[in-house]
């Protein structure tokens, strides 16, 4: 016999029950999307590897050293597999011409890919949700995209999940800004760890994100954004602050809150949390004014924010916020293998009246006994088990038994007229 083949480590099954709480966030996040007029955009998993170099930026650490990229033998084509979603929305929306008749409010979920080291928290197969609102350069969708997060956390029972809310100014503003920490940092080198030294003239802004706590009294005398933001880039942001604090959503102004990709601007902003130890960013985005013209479209601004679907249902099960247990409504005891075409027939008619069936599954020995069945059928979570007996399959009926409530009696319903006690059933 072969050795038995297993999964990539850090790509992971997703089994039952486990993966009924992914259906419930799923579902969840549906229903906040909806909410808010956002609508599911799907795209490729295997995008061109330019599209992740250009608009991500070369020095970034995802396009130096995380991304799965190869050559596709058929055409020499340079492929990758999406380490983010972004880049690859923002790409169908140019390629399909989306924005011709206005912005667009769109959202996505979905498997991303990056070299990581596999441990709690990080894989090389994640999935994300994201939001991204193409076409709207006011404040009021920076807002917007900030209190769609907080409304799914409301709808999942996260608690203790903190907003942090900085800009980046503008392009010319970051430039002035990039070249005086050039030189603040060039003038203490010798502080510089490995990583800010090779960051230094690449991406210096990534090095106010440095968690070497030798580094943190040399990165609080680096020079502010702040300092360097002109007037509309700071009325920006304090349209941003205005709208959220009329929606009492509580934040925290982080001068040192960065992006890792280049093709953030203004508004940027973090979900935190304190459970997760060192990786305690639970959804993270921003504005993203160059992008769309960066990937060959025409001028468009956008904002946007992504969240890793494995970190939060971590903390969901931290707190205990557990979705409803995934049960049948009903149970099916079929005490005699002859009557199953019967059984088969009256158990679709009630599958298409909305109810929810287990059906017994017979062995090669029949159905087993009634016993087992029953205990079967108890283990299920189901509400109630239908007994297909000989007599009631006679009369035209299904026998009813409560398996939840020990006060209520066995009854029986007809099978000729499913959709009028149907639902009754579900409800009782």
């Not at 011409?97 to 928290?121: I, W």
């Not at 920076?142 to 903190?162: C, S, Y």
Request: charged residues 25%; neutral net charge; proline residues 7%.
């Amino acid at each position: 016999m072969p050795d038995p083949i297993q999964a990539v480590k850090g790509m992971n099954d997703i089994l039952p029950p486990e993966s009924a709480r992914w259906e419930w966030f799923e579902d969840v996040v549906r229903t906040v999307m909806r909410r808010y007029g956002y609508l599911n955009v799907r795209v490729p998993i295997v995008e061109p590897t330019p599209l992740f170099v250009r608009g991500l930026g070369e020095v970034t650490d995802i396009v130096e050293k995380e991304m799965y990229s190869f050559i596709d033998s058929m055409n020499g084509d340079a492929l990758t597999l999406r380490p983010e979603g972004t880049a690859g929305v923002v790409r169908a929306a140019v390629e399909h011409s989306m924005l011709y008749d206005g912005g667009k409010r769109l959202y996505y979920m979905g498997p991303m890919f990056r070299h990581e080291r596999p441990q709690r928290g990080r894989y090389r197969q994640f999935h994300q949700v994201g939001v991204e609102a193409l076409g709207f350069g006011g404040p009021d969708v920076d807002a917007e995209v900030i209190l769609i997060a907080r409304a799914l956390w409301r709808e999942l029972g996260l608690p203790d999940v903190r907003l942090e809310l900085n800009t980046l100014g503008q392009a010319e503003e970051r430039r002035v800004h990039r070249e005086a920490l050039i030189r603040h940092f060039e003038a203490h080198r010798e502080q510089l760890d490995a990583d800010a030294q090779r960051r230094l003239h690449s991406n210096p802004l990534r090095i106010l994100d440095t968690k070497n706590p030798a580094m943190q009294a040399l990165v609080e005398a680096a020079p502010k954004l702040g300092d360097f933001l002109g007037e509309s880039s700071l009325k920006h942001l304090d349209a941003v602050r205005a709208q959220l604090d009329a929606a009492g959503q509580p934040y925290r102004i982080n001068p040192r809150l960065v992006r890792g990709m280049d093709y953030y601007n203004l508004t940027v902003f973090e979900w935190v949390t304190d459970r997760l130890g060192s990786q305690g960013t639970v959804c993270g985005g921003g504005r993203y004014d160059g992008l769309v013209e960066l990937v060959g479209g025409k001028p468009a601004p956008g904002i946007g924010w992504g969240l890793g679907i494995e970190r939060v249902l971590d903390l969901l099960q931290q707190v205990n916020a557990a979705p409803p247990a995934a049960v049948p409504d009903v149970y099916a005891v079929v005490p005699d293998a002859a009557a199953l075409p019967q059984v088969m027939a009256a158990l679709e008619t009630l599958r298409a009246a909305g109810i929810n069936v287990l059906m017994h599954a017979a062995g090669k020995d029949g159905p087993g006994s009634m016993k087992s069945q029953f205990k079967k059928a108890d283990a299920s979570g189901a509400r109630h088990a239908l007994v297909f007996g000989a007599a009631e399959l006679a009369a035209g009926q299904v026998a009813v038994k409560p398996l939840r409530d020990a006060a209520a009696q066995q009854s029986t319903r007809p099978l000729a007229d499913v959709p009028s006690w149907a639902h009754t059933l579900l409800n009782a």
